[in-house]
């Protein structure tokens, strides 16, 4: 009888490793405040994407005349399985970002991005970016950074324009802004106009020494209520820069009248 007992135990134990070796244990999700289910994981996508030669693209010193930026930035699938490119999403509206296909095949397949990048009144560094949506598991959303350095050597500041406060009819109104000479050679003023009956402080033949500021006033006397526009423009010696333009705008108010004495 002890024999049989141990030949029972022996055969039970074979049943269940052999049951063991036969089948995978289904994994079991036990979600918050209910009983648990049995449910097999769903598998991954191994699609892979990267951007060839780095997530940053650095075009570093550039100048005015560059704009717009041009690269065209590759990616690839580096997975086992097909790429989608659902999204290629500029971070602003001064960047344009066209990829010419949306599907990559495992392993080699690369597409790519043509990158446009409007550098607008951009002076100093500028950082923009690119987020390209994709099947990729670990990277759903890849962002592609761009980077500048805008280089003026002529710059206005705080911006291209002439912002008038306070205008009332009849009344001189001034704005300004700052003329900056950032190269190495002086800067000769050719000339400098306005229209809408503006009246700028700089003449002819001024001079701009190298690495100084011209502050540069604009004066009006308004003659009619209303919204004021105007342009301005400034003629210079340097090659890329031999034309300013800017623009002037405020809002006129009829001037306070004037109430005689013993008038009711």
């Not at 055969?11 to 449910?39: D, W, Y």
């Not at 997975?79 to 989608?84: A, E, R, S």
């Not at 990158?115 to 560094?125: A, D, K, R």
């Not at 306070?256 to 013993?262: D, L, S």
Request: glycine share 6%; with cysteine.
């Amino acid at each position: 009888m002890k024999k049989v007992g141990i030949l029972a135990a022996m055969l039970v134990a074979s049943t269940f490793a052999g049951m063991a070796q036969g089948q995978h244990a289904t994994p079991v999700i036990q979600n918050e405040g209910s009983a648990s289910l049995t449910k097999p994981l769903e598998p991954k996508s191994n699609s892979k994407i990267e951007i060839i030669g780095g997530d940053t693209f650095d075009w570093k010193k550039v100048k005015p005349k560059d704009t717009p930026l041009k690269a065209n930035i590759r990616i690839i699938n580096t997975g086992t399985d097909v790429l989608k490119i659902s999204e290629v999403r500029p971070g602003c509206g001064c960047t344009a970002a066209p990829i010419d296909k949306k599907e990559l095949r495992p392993m080699t397949d690369t597409a790519t991005i043509e990158v446009s990048l409007n550098l607008g009144n951009t002076n100093g560094p500028m950082s923009k970016s690119i987020t390209i949506t994709s099947n990729d598991a670990t990277s759903p959303n890849k962002i592609l950074y761009l980077k500048a350095d805008v280089i003026r050597e002529i710059n206005i500041t705080p911006s291209p324009y002439f912002a008038f406060s306070n205008m009332t009819v009849g009344k001189t109104s001034e704005a300004s802004v700052r003329l900056e000479n950032n190269s190495d050679k002086d800067l000769i003023i050719n000339e400098a106009t306005a229209t809408n009956g503006i009246e700028i402080n700089v003449k002819p033949g001024t001079v701009v020494k190298s690495k100084t500021v011209l502050e540069v006033i604009a004066r009006v006397t308004p003659k009619d209520k209303g919204y004021f526009t105007a342009t301005a423009k400034i003629s210079t010696s340097h090659p890329d820069y031999t034309t300013i333009d800017m623009t002037a705008y405020g809002s006129v108010k009829e001037a306070n009248a004037v109430v005689a004495p013993g008038a009711k």
